[in-house]
């Protein structure tokens, strides 16, 4: 182990951390950023829509772009991209200028999600054990901080230039600053001349090979997005609980989701990718059976605490899963890039189908009905659980000895 991965690593966390304060510090505002800039509610769904089609497109292009450029390279201006559209979306006063920053928001997202992963995987492997839990926990605590400060605007009903603009003055320096120390643990970039006919790194990874994996990130995802965009409405008007009891079953989640990947990683190395991804589903699946039969509201929240246990270790495991497979088969330097790009391209899928879904289900059927479909999705993960592990590694895609060739080669030269 060596310093350079170890500065690698706690830069990375930081700019996990800082991309979960910008998306939340967006997604908990929406009102205030509907009532600014006059957006009716007819045209409110296609700005959210817009966004995490974007991103999609921007995780696309972020494969292409890592054939010629390091991912370290793309994480470092991608970050403040994000940040300055996340201000521009606050200190805008015409419906176009929203349109554009939303725009830039959502393509420069997809190509942070794709590197930051790209990232992360590789310093899983090069460390030669399971971290990437660690990392997603980060983005947990930045959206809890996120989440707080957009709060605190709201109560003292500051402008969201107000809100944002102090937040992005700290993170933007400080996330520059902190990708001097980027790492490339698997030396991704700029594929070889002779990997050009075949498409670059990572070529062979087809979307079969991936399927299983692309499922389960959806399935993840739409369990995600139930809990984020209805359980406030479930509790108070399915469970009768009152408006603020209401407000607490998310910033339960995120608690617990936080909690649970904190402590993921170390469950990994214990009992494996495997054993943790099969629990991970059986309990998410239990909470949504808990909050469908719920008989009241403290009984659901109980349901969405369990939630957050069961889905925080799913998203992060799929990533490192995505990675090994394709390290496995194709061995060329920065070969998992193009498979983490692709898979992450389903984070939006899933993001995009959760919310519609349940609610049309809970408008033609019943929301405790709604339920119960994430309930059997997020379970069939159980079935797709043998794709995250590793050939006799019992870590799932961790311990692969580093090749000291790469690890010490970070996005600055060191």
């Known amino acids: ?15 996990f951390f800082a991309q979960g304060v910008a998306f939340a510090l967006l997604v908990t505002r929406i009102p205030a950023i509907q009532d600014r800039y006059g957006v009716s509610d007819a045209l409110l769904p296609v700005f959210l829509a817009a966004v995490p089609v974007l991103a999609g497109v921007g995780s696309v292009a972020s494969e292409r772009l890592v054939r010629r450029v390091r991912p370290s390279r793309l994480l470092r201006w991608s970050q403040p991209v994000v940040l300055l559209a996340l201000l521009g979306v606050g200190a805008g006063d015409r419906v176009a200028v929203l349109a554009v920053a939303l725009g830039v928001f959502g393509l420069s997202v997809g190509a942070l999600d794709a590197s930051m992963n790209m990232l992360g995987v590789s310093l899983q492997r090069a460390y030669g054990r399971s971290i990437m839990l660690g990392f997603h926990a980060t983005y947990s605590l930045g959206g809890i901080l996120g989440a707080s400060l957009a709060w605190a605007g709201a109560h003292w009903e500051l402008a969201l230039w107000v809100s944002y603009l102090p937040v992005v003055v700290v993170l933007l320096p400080a996330a520059l600053v902190g990708s001097r120390w980027y790492v490339d643990a698997d030396g991704g970039g700029a594929a070889d001349p002779a990997d050009k006919g075949a498409g670059g790194a990572g070529a062979e990874i087809g979307f079969k090979v991936l399927l299983p994996l692309c499922l389960v990130m959806t399935f993840a995802y739409i369990g995600d997005s139930t809990v984020s965009n209805w359980s406030a409405k479930y509790l108070q008007d399915v469970l009768g609980s009152s408006e603020q009891l209401a407000t607490v079953p998310y910033n339960v989640y995120m608690v617990t989701t936080l909690v649970g990947r904190a402590a993921g990683d170390f469950g990994v190395r214990r009992l494996g990718a495997v054993t943790v991804v099969r629990g991970g589903a059986v309990v998410a699946a239990g909470g949504f059976a808990v909050v469908a039969s719920a008989p009241g509201p403290w009984a659901g929240m109980l349901g969405f605490t369990l939630l957050g246990f069961g889905l925080c270790v799913l998203v992060p495991q799929t990533f490192a899963a995505a990675g090994r497979l394709a390290a496995e088969r194709d061995g060329r330097p920065g070969a998992s890039d193009a498979a983490v790009a692709r898979l992450n391209v389903f984070n939006y899928v899933g993001f995009l189908v959760g919310s519609p879904l349940v609610g049309a289900l809970g408008d033609a059927w019943s929301y405790r009905g709604a339920m119960l479909v994430p309930m ?39």
């Open 376 to 414: 059997v999705l997020v379970l069939v993960t159980v079935v797709y659980a043998r794709s995250f592990g590793d050939r006799g590694d019992r870590y799932g895609g961790g311990h692969e000895r580093p090749r000291t060739a790469d690890v010490g080669r970070g996005s600055n030269g060191l």
């Open 1 to 15: 182990m060596t310093d350079v991965l170890r500065r690698g690593r706690a830069s990375l966390a930081f700019g």
